[in-house]
T-cell receptor, first 115, second 116 residues
């Protein structure tokens, strides 16, 4: 079963506009969420994370929002730049239980930012 | 370069051969994770190790796959008698102690295994 879902396979945005990438999860034990960016033939690069005790975390152009009741999180990139074009993965982990330590990833969303 | 190191970057094996993938974690990290990415899919957890201990191997196939993280040296993911379905990108990640409200993992560049 897919416990972390990214329902949009791709997203196309104009340079300078906002990019919004969405992620849903089903496991209520998840308490820490992360976004990674991945270029072809490279490993994922950590972008930003959020603990379940918060509903927002901001780092420069990147902001992650968490809605625990809806089991939904989103990554906002403002302003979007062509260099942001990559695959973005949402991931989740749980401090306790059988998921301790490991990350569960979504399928990824391909973001293309047009000049 | 203090990042996670993986080698080889590319590995070609014929069916039935063995594949050994190596991972050196970031300096100061004692927790190592292996993930596999099949074509057109996301990353799937395989195994979580500390030095000389396997903490969670719930994502490892029951046969042919093994992993270790010895007291000295890199972590090794070993695949015996490879089959075409093992062709994938294998990523290693490392972290400091997870928990306490944090679990950032830092990934290496991956090893791309091709089985002919």
């Amino acid at each position: 079963d897919q416990q972390v879902k990214q329902n949009s396979p791709s997203l196309s945005v104009q340079e300078g506009r906002i990019s919004i990438l969405n992620c849903d999860y089903t496991n209520s034990m998840f308490d820490y969420f992360l976004w990674y960016k991945k270029y072809p033939a490279e490993g994922p690069t950590f972008l930003i994370s959020i603990s379940s005790i918060k509903d927002k975390n901001e780092d420069g152009r990147f902001t992650v929002f968490l809605n625990k009741s809806a089991k939904h999180l989103s990554l906002h990139i403002v302003p979007s730049q062509p260099g942001d074009s990559a695959v973005y993965f949402c991931a989740a982990s749980a401090e306790g239980g059988t998921s301790y330590g490991k990350l569960t990833f979504g399928q990824g969303t391909i973001l293309t930012v047009h000049p | 370069n203090a990042g996670v190191m993986q080698n080889p970057r590319h590995l070609v094996r014929r069916r039935g051969q063995e594949a050994r993938l190596r991972c050196s974690p970031m300096k100061g990290h004692s927790h190592v994770y292996w993930y596999r990415q099949l074509p057109e899919e996301g990353l799937k957890f395989m195994v979580y190790l500390q030095k000389e201990n396997i903490i969670d191997e719930s994502g490892m196939p029951k046969e042919r796959f093994s992993a270790e993280f010895p007291k000295e040296g890199p972590s090794i993911l070993r695949i015996q008698q490879v089959v075409r379905g093992d062709s994938a990108a294998y990523f290693c990640a490392s972290s400091p102690l997870p928990g306490h409200g944090r679990n950032e993992q830092f990934f290496g560049p991956g090893t791309r295994l091709t089985v002919l």
